[in-house]
């Protein structure tokens, strides 16, 4: 198979001689190259090209294929036409209508128009657009002769198969028909036609299997999440405490020292000033019982002090000078 990647200048309408347009919503409606004779068939009857196929009417195509090869039979153009009819619009789409099938089919992307690419053509389809020719309603071909072909054994299940067709364009049963030869991305296994592939073995194919470990590395995440925040709540808190610790040293602490300092010096000039009253014998007018013992108290003022000192040296001048030892 010939793929060519379309350039910006490349209409999906207009494709290259010799190639036919395929959209990239074709593929998830279950289109697998090479072409299957009952979908070239039915293009060929109605004189349209691949591209003008709506996701809509690819998937019942495909899923009614995949249903009648899995019944071991062959969609024709008549039990086609017997299942609904295909319908153009102006603008040349095709698309399906049956009162059977009451699925959802529409396309689920929007961006269908600029996601095509061009296939060789290999199976002489008509690569422009074309106009629309109905599929004749077979008139000898009834619900009766549908149940045989299918090998139902009533109607009740060929309307049951038929309204929830979107499971057969899954990947398992279009492997397992024959349409697709990709089994290397698929996990369905090869089987033969009249043999149905369990629901027990389709529902844990389609259960996406479960990482080991996906709730412990959660719940390690959220745990690391929690100690960080609360390291760094503790490193806050102990910032606080530490500018706490520093205001109390600047105000409390230094004013401590400043007073220490202040009395020390106090008292060392009050022996001063005790050692001149024992040397001449003067008395100090002011002076207290306990700075005149030698423990002067602690809560003597500056100006106190001064007006201590100021009489100390108002001696006479002419008095001898006194050594202090």
């Not at 690569?127 to 020719?133: A, S």
């Not at 010096?265 to 003067?282: D, L, N, S």
Request: proline residues 4%.
């Amino acid at each position: 198979m010939v793929v060519k990647v379309p350039a910006r200048s490349d209409r999906a309408c207009s494709p290259p001689l010799g190639f036919v347009t395929v959209y990239e919503f074709s593929l998830r409606a279950g289109l697998r190259f090479p072409l299957s004779p009952e979908l070239s068939d039915i293009l060929m009857i109605c004189g349209v090209s691949l591209a003008q196929l709506s996701y809509r009417a690819m998937s019942i195509i495909m899923g009614l294929i995949v249903l009648f090869r899995d019944r071991g039979a062959v969609l024709s153009p008549d039990c086609l036409a017997r299942m609904g009819r295909l319908i153009g619009d102006t603008q040349g789409r095709i698309s399906f209508r049956s009162k059977w099938l009451d699925i959802r089919t529409r396309d689920p992307s929007k961006s269908w128009i600029s996601d095509f690419f061009y296939v060789k053509n290999d199976w002489n389809l008509l690569e422009k657009w074309g106009k629309m020719r109905e599929l004749p309603i077979p008139l000898h071909l009834g619900a009766e002769e549908l149940l045989k072909i299918l090998k139902f054994s009533d109607i009740d299940t060929l309307h049951y198969e038929v309204r929830y067709l979107s499971r057969y364009i899954d990947e398992e049963y279009i492997f397992k028909v024959g349409l697709s030869t990709q089994a290397g991305r698929s996990h369905a296994q090869m089987l033969k036609k009249s043999v149905k592939v369990s629901e027990a073995a389709v529902q844990s194919l389609k259960i996406p299997p479960k990482r080991p470990g996906s709730e412990d590395n959660v719940q390690t995440v959220k745990k690391k999440r929690v100690e960080e925040k609360s390291t760094a709540f503790k490193i806050i808190v102990e910032d606080h405490i530490q500018e706490a610790r520093n205001h109390i040293y600047d105000v409390e602490v230094k004013a401590l020292e400043a007073d220490c300092m202040e009395e020390g010096f106090i008292r060392g000039f009050m022996k001063g000033v005790r050692a001149v009253q024992r040397k001449t014998g003067a008395e100090i007018d002011g002076l207290t019982p306990s700075q005149a013992s030698g423990d002067p108290s602690s809560d003597s003022g500056g100006e106190e002090i001064e007006s201590e000192l100021q009489k100390a040296f108002s001696l006479e001048e002419d008095e001898d000078d006194i050594d202090i030892l």
